[in-house]
């Protein structure tokens, strides 16, 4: 019985389907459904197991064995079914997920209220549920000006009063965007009847917008209030100013100051973004769909290749310029308290030619300047890396770190990323250079950076490694450019795109690149990949299946040798560790050779420790 529909039914209830709904969402309209049909309370077990799929049905049958499933009660077999279908899930999880909502960049107030509320339903707040979806509401606002007349309204503001004045506002915007259009649309008529009179007809496509450079009416541009930050006049961004030469200086110390401490800026966030550029895209989207599959590395080639062309400015690493467009990113500055007395740590550093050539290489490239004296300093140390170099990194947990007044801005587990890849079939990977090194510091937060070196003290012009907010402080960056767009994943420095097909990535790729371009980010052109059917991100394999663990690790599990003391064991158990969630049941497996690595317990490999060391391999 799919669906309980027929002479004498009203309405229909069908099976149940976990991915259009939620279990206890269709177990309240069954009872809807019930009651409009005056379906017999002792009938409603029959009539619930003759609707359900054929799984819900094993499930409460397997539950109940060996007693039949329509001798429970309805509110049995419900829990049962409830917790299959995970509704019932962790509080403090739910409660996480409802306050980083956040109104998407199309969705209007009405829909960013029903989702807040959707996902409040099971955060169990009970009378303070008004005050927290006041907070959310308030705080997830894509619209700053909206925001702000709300939080001046101070302790009067309640969750009716948000909602009531949110939706006013935007009614009102609406209303006087319909105006202007009106106002324009005789002069654009005539415009277009001018084109067509002097030239061939064209495909009917949008005209370039004179706010941002977009491809959108200038009435419909999101950027009518931004402040261009070469005039000073409001309407318009820096990159379509009239006033602007094309060959304007970079203006150091122009961005507003960005507190990384709170995370956020002295200057309203605006929303930005833009869509593709003239010509921005042609010839890789027809190349990649033209090419066939028969030579997928050449092609993979020309793709990346064409990219960046078509985006120069990203890819460019000019070791003069490595920092993102001050005019769009705020530069960072740090907070400490004001009773806190400077100091330094004075170390002894390893005179090394490697450390002599990357004091000189970031000098020129302007990320450090010497300095004669400074309140503060701290040691460095050297990080070894792959091409032989080195990397210089303040060891601040001796100095600022120590007095740094930070609130903690979570980051992404990779099992937060990984859970909405599904159904991702192209993919492209951007890995960004130098990562923190491309944002900028105020001078305040320059001098609690310095650094002592046998050459001696160098201040940071640009955020280094070692701070310990400098993570939080780059994804907030991060968060904000790529910002509510479907199917982008970013991680500190590794931006991942995920689509179901060509057509779709090709358009996110497009406002990506767009976006990243606009904020001055720079990206490692080798360590890129465009439109490829498998990817490895963030040290694991994603493609059309799912994600899986490298061939390098697993081969490094499988062809590791039997460890001869505790060290070695850390070692093993950290590479499988890593990979934990491809192995079923490892804590137990893992029992005896936990149980090995106890201080209190001697170096002893049983017969028990190898059948586990073999079992995962």
């Known amino acids: 019985m799919a669906n309980a529909v027929g002479p004498g039914f009203i309405g229909q209830i069908g099976e149940y389907f976990p991915k259009r709904e939620e279990y206890g969402n269709y177990v309240r309209r069954f009872q809807i459904w019930k009651k409009a049909n005056k379906i017999p309370e002792g009938d409603e077990v029959i009539v619930f197991l003759a609707i359900v799929k054929p799984e819900s049905f094993e499930t409460v049958s397997n539950h109940f064995c060996p007693d039949d499933p329509s001798t429970k009660t309805f509110k049995e077999l419900n829990e049962v079914l409830d917790t299959y279908y995970g509704s019932s899930k962790n509080q403090i999880a739910l409660r996480l997920a409802f306050r980083q909502c956040r109104q998407g960049a199309k969705d209007s107030i009405t829909e960013y209220i029903l989702e807040l509320k959707k996902l409040a339903r099971h955060c169990g707040y009970g009378?303070?549920?008004?005050?927290?979806?006041?907070?959310?509401?308030?705080?997830?606002?894509?619209?700053?000006?909206?925001?702000?007349?709300?939080?001046?309204?101070?302790?009067?503001?309640?969750?009716?009063?948000?909602?009531?004045?949110?939706?006013?506002?935007?009614?009102?915007?609406?209303?006087?965007?319909?105006?202007?259009?009106?106002?324009?649309?005789?002069?654009?008529?005539?415009?277009?009847?001018?084109?067509?009179?002097?030239?061939?007809r064209a495909p009917q496509q949008e005209s370039t917008c004179y706010r941002c450079l977009g491809f959108h009416l200038p009435a419909t541009c999101p950027h009518r209030q931004t402040t261009c930050y070469s005039c000073r006049k409001v309407g318009h961004l820096k990159r379509a100013c009239r006033n602007a030469t094309s060959s304007s200086s970079y203006s150091k110390g122009r961005g507003k100051p960005w507190?990384?401490?709170?995370?956020?800026?002295?200057?309203?966030?605006?929303?930005?973004?833009?869509?593709?550029?003239?010509g921005r895209g042609r010839g890789y989207s027809q190349q990649s769909t033209s090419q066939g599959k028969k030579d997928s590395r050449s092609n993979t080639h020309l793709i990346d290749t064409?990219?960046?062309?078509?985006?120069?400015?990203?890819?460019?690493?000019?070791?003069?310029?490595?920092?993102?467009?001050?005019d769009s990113v705020p530069i960072v500055e740090f907070d400490i308290s004001d009773h806190v007395v400077p100091f330094v740590v004075d170390t002894a550093v390893a005179d090394s030619l490697e450390v002599v050539e990357e004091l000189d290489r970031l000098g020129k490239a302007g990320v450090i300047r010497k300095v004669k004296n400074s309140r503060w300093a701290a040691p460095i140390v050297t990080v070894p890396k792959s091409d032989g170099s080195v990397r210089l990194c303040g060891d601040y947990k001796q100095t600022v770190n120590t007095v740094l007044e930070e609130d903690v801005y979570p980051l992404a587990t990779c099992e937060d990323l990984f859970a909405n890849l599904a159904g991702g079939k192209v993919f492209s990977k951007i890995d960004l250079s130098n990562a923190y090194l491309q944002l900028e510091l105020t001078d305040k937060s320059k001098e609690?950076?310095?650094?002592?070196?046998?050459?001696?003290?160098?201040?940071?012009?640009?955020?280094?490694?070692?701070?310990?907010?400098?993570?939080?402080?780059?994804?907030?960056?991060?968060?904000?450019?790529?910002?509510?767009?479907?199917?982008?994943?970013?991680?500190?420095?590794?931006?991942?795109?995920?689509?179901?097909?060509?057509?779709?990535h090709i358009k996110t790729l497009n406002e990506v690149l767009g976006r990243l371009e606009e904020y001055g980010v720079k990206a490692k052109k080798e360590k890129c990949s465009f439109m490829v059917s498998r990817v490895i991100y963030l040290g694991h394999e994603i493609d059309s299946k799912g994600v899986h663990p490298t061939k390098e690790k697993v081969e490094g599990i499988c062809d590791a040798k039997r460890p001869e003391n505790k060290d070695e064991l850390r070692t093993f158990i950290g590479i499988v560790v890593y990979n934990a969630k491809f192995v079923p049941n490892l804590a137990s497996t893992f029992a005896s050779l936990y149980q090995l690595l106890r201080d209190d317990v001697e170096w002893n490999w049983t017969t028990e420790c190898q059948t586990a060391f073999d079992r995962v391999k």
């Not at 106002?183 to 415009?191: F, I, K, P």
């Not at 064409?306 to 001050?326: G, I």
């Not at 310990?468 to 960056?477: D, G, H, K, L, W």
């Open 448 to 504: 609690l950076l310095t650094i002592h070196t046998h050459k001696g003290l160098y201040e940071y012009e640009r955020l280094p490694f070692g701070v310990s907010t400098a993570p939080a402080v780059f994804q907030i960056v991060m968060d904000r450019i790529l910002g509510g767009m479907k199917g982008v994943f970013c991680y500190l420095d590794d931006i991942l795109i995920s689509s179901e097909n060509e057509e779709d």
């Open 259 to 278: 507190n990384a401490s709170r995370g956020q800026s002295n200057e309203p966030s605006q929303g930005r973004g833009r869509g593709p550029g003239p």
């Open 127 to 200: 009378e303070h549920l008004d005050t927290n979806l006041r907070d959310t509401f308030v705080a997830g606002l894509r619209n700053n000006k909206v925001q702000a007349k709300l939080l001046a309204k101070g302790n009067e503001l309640t969750w009716k009063v948000a909602v009531d004045a949110a939706i006013a506002m935007e009614l009102a915007d609406a209303d006087s965007l319909k105006l202007q259009q009106g106002s324009s649309s005789g002069q654009r008529s005539a415009e277009v009847h001018r084109l067509e009179r002097s030239q061939p």
């Open 306 to 326: 064409e990219v960046q062309d078509d985006n120069p400015k990203l890819f460019a690493v000019d070791e003069q310029d490595t920092s993102m467009d001050s």
